[in-house]
């Protein structure tokens, strides 16, 4: 059975569980981080214009101490570098808000010896946090690129650029807004963190309870109910997350035991998990950092991103719900029995702790002229009075008090982490812009392709895959559109199409060997070897390598907002077809030439005769 049950008060071993006198240090510490992070954060969507290099500059400091001071680390001599890195992060991003206005003038040349030290600084500190937040492949493409942008005049042919003077160089990354505090800084401080704080207050209350349970009253009599309900939940998780991992590990540890219990192979159970939850990234209103990325790069609003990607997201879950259903078939998986549905009351019960904030979070995005960092504040604001109360009407203040610390902290640690791949990011896309990088290796994409659109696109997917690997799939997007989407956009493709088939292609690395993280959350807790895990994920994800080839061939189906009835013929067409694919990936009736068969005509009802 899957527990839709709450808990009435404050858990033990929560900081509020113990006397005052005995949370420590460290406890306190979070708690003023996390309460300043969200201050911060929501005083920038309501105090109109603060200064970039002022508000970009408080935003990577908010995030040092999270990364340098709070995280375990167990050698002592890597944690007492650790806050040596802090401490001079903290100093150079204080000189440059407390200089704003001379620096101003300065026009992005860094002047002196003092300034040159606070350069080399930040961008030593930058790279070491994404090093420690993140993994060593982004300081390290960082590092590469920096060289380059130092040093690239050296370089014989095309790929050379003109000499850049170190004082010009460093400058416009750390004293203008080329770099450290770009346009992406700003998405990160003024869009990314509302949104990852609101879905931290609507995790910390009843939301959860509620998504689960109507998610197990809606799917779980179905043939693989146990699987269906984590298709269910792992997309409603998704719309409020954002985030692929945490939303394995959070409704996987409810989900996977509740499957091997009913008897789930524990690879069908995982796989079930690490698929649907990659999809949280993809799955409107939230769909993760990237997409604000995207609608700070396209300069269009997020709304009608949202609109134009959700009958692809939605064909994405459709069709893992599809395979889903074919491995009921090949295994005789059955569904809940009456006895373990929650029943439509707690539903009632619990629903509008997950529905309230969500809705006025969708209403205000697609109904008003509001901002969407407007928009988060006043759901976040609407849940924070929610977490008073549980599904009983039962108000408990000190649970009350509870679900805000446990907000604020979770808020300001993931805002601290997207911060650390995003500056450490926006070096990269600086250099891009001095030196004309990105026009050479659009070039070369355009070159190796000879002109062609598909080629292309496969050259472009393999490269977001590889770099999906080992980079966050926001740092992962980031640098694959930087270089390959003017190569798309010159053959023709339109920019929303190039970047949301981009971004879905560094999805891919969460399901797809040798990296997929995604598996080796789920396999650890369904305590399964990964690699039958890694298989059963790219068959029941099979649509998130063909859904954005199907949109490319059947261009109406990002075109809700436009041509919805056009929208709605193109995904039964790229549905039709991807169902076709993955039934014959399944094999229920373990038939190779039926599988070829249908694996065949599949791609021909998605790329013959595009809508």
Same mark, same amino acid.
């Given at each position: ?127 070491? *946090? ?81 998504? *689960? ?92 991103? *949202? ?161 999906? *690997? ?95 009835w056009m929208a709605v013929a193109a995904a039964v067409k790229v549905g039709a077809g991807t169902w076709l694919i993955s039934y014959g990936a399944i094999n229920p009736h373990r038939k190779v030439w039926a599988a070829l068969a249908l694996a065949a005509l599949g791609g021909a009802v998605i790329f013959v005769g595009g809508i």
């Amino acid at each position: 059975m899957i527990d839709t049950t709450e808990a009435g008060g404050v858990p033990e071993g929560a900081p509020l569980s113990r006397p005052l006198s005995r949370i420590t240090v460290r406890e306190w510490l979070m708690l003023a981080l996390g309460v300043g992070s969200v201050g911060f954060h929501l005083y920038l969507v309501f105090s109109g214009l603060v200064p970039a290099l002022v508000a970009r500059p408080i935003h990577f400091m908010l995030a040092i101490p999270w990364v340098f001071f709070l995280a375990r680390v167990e050698r002592a001599w890597l944690r007492r570098l650790g806050y040596g890195f802090g401490v001079a992060g903290l100093a150079a991003a204080g000189y440059v808000v407390a200089s704003r206005e001379a620096l101003i003038d300065q026009y992005g040349a860094l002047q002196g010896p003092l300034q040159m030290v606070v350069a080399v600084t930040l961008i030593v500190v930058v790279l070491e *946090m994404a090093r420690r937040a993140v993994k060593a492949v982004l300081p390290v493409i960082t590092l590469i690129v920096l060289v380059y942008g130092l040093w690239g005049h050296l370089v014989p042919g095309d790929f050379g650029h003109g000499y850049l003077p170190p004082s010009y160089f460093l400058g416009t990354l750390v004293i203008a807004e080329g770099g450290l505090w770009s346009s992406l800084t700003g998405i990160s401080a003024e869009t990314i963190a509302p949104f990852i704080i609101l879905g931290a207050f609507i995790s910390a209350g009843a939301a959860g309870i509620g998504f *689960m349970a109507l998610a197990t009253q809606a799917a779980g009599r179905f043939s693989a109910g146990a699987a269906k309900v984590a298709v269910l939940a792992s997309a409603m998780y998704g719309t409020i997350s954002g985030v692929a991992a945490a939303n394995t590990a959070s409704t996987g540890m409810v989900t996977i035991p509740a499957m091997k219990r009913l008897g789930y192979p524990p690879a069908m159970a995982a796989a079930t998990e690490a698929v649907a939850s990659t999809g949280g990234q993809i799955m409107p209103p939230l769909m993760g950092a990237g997409i604000f990325v995207m609608a700070e790069l396209l300069r269009t609003d997020y709304a009608t991103i *949202m609109t134009a990607a959700s009958p692809s997201a939605l064909l994405f879950f459709a069709t893992v719900w599809f395979g889903v259903h074919m491995f009921a078939l090949r295994w005789g998986l059955k569904g809940l029995s009456a006895s373990e549905l929650p029943g439509w009351p707690v539903v009632l019960r619990t629903l509008p702790f997950f529905l309230a904030p969500f809705g006025t979070l969708v209403y205000m995005l697609a109904f008003t002229g509001y901002t969407a960092p407007y928009a988060a504040a006043l759901a976040t604001g609407l849940t924070a009075l929610m977490l008073l109360a549980d599904s009983l009407g039962r108000v408990r203040l000190k649970r009350w008090l509870h679900r805000l610390w446990t907000a604020c902290v979770d808020a300001g640690r993931q805002v601290a982490a997207i911060a650390a791949i995003i500056i450490c990011a926006s070096i990269i896309v600086g250099v891009f812009g001095m030196t004309g990088l990105g026009v050479k290796v659009t070039s070369l994409i355009l070159s190796a392709s000879g002109g062609n659109l598909w080629l292309a696109l496969i050259l472009t997917g393999l490269a977001a895959l590889v770099l999906g *690997m080992e980079l966050p799939t926001t740092a992962a997007y980031i640098i694959a559109v930087a270089v390959a989407g003017p190569a798309l956009t010159e053959l023709g493709l339109p920019e929303l199409y190039a970047h949301l088939f981009v971004f879905w292609y560094a999805l891919l690395c969460t399901i797809t060997p040798p990296v997929c993280g995604n598996v080796f959350i789920a396999a650890g807790i369904a305590e399964t070897p990964w690699l039958p895990v890694a298989w059963r994920s790219m068959q029941l994800g099979i649509g998130l390598f063909l859904v954005p080839l199907g949109f490319i061939a059947n261009p109406s189906l990002l075109l809700l907002g436009e041509a919805p009835w056009m929208a709605v013929a193109a995904a039964v067409k790229v549905g039709a077809g991807t169902w076709l694919i993955s039934y014959g990936a399944i094999n229920p009736h373990r038939k190779v030439w039926a599988a070829l068969a249908l694996a065949a005509l599949g791609g021909a009802v998605i790329f013959v005769g595009g809508i």
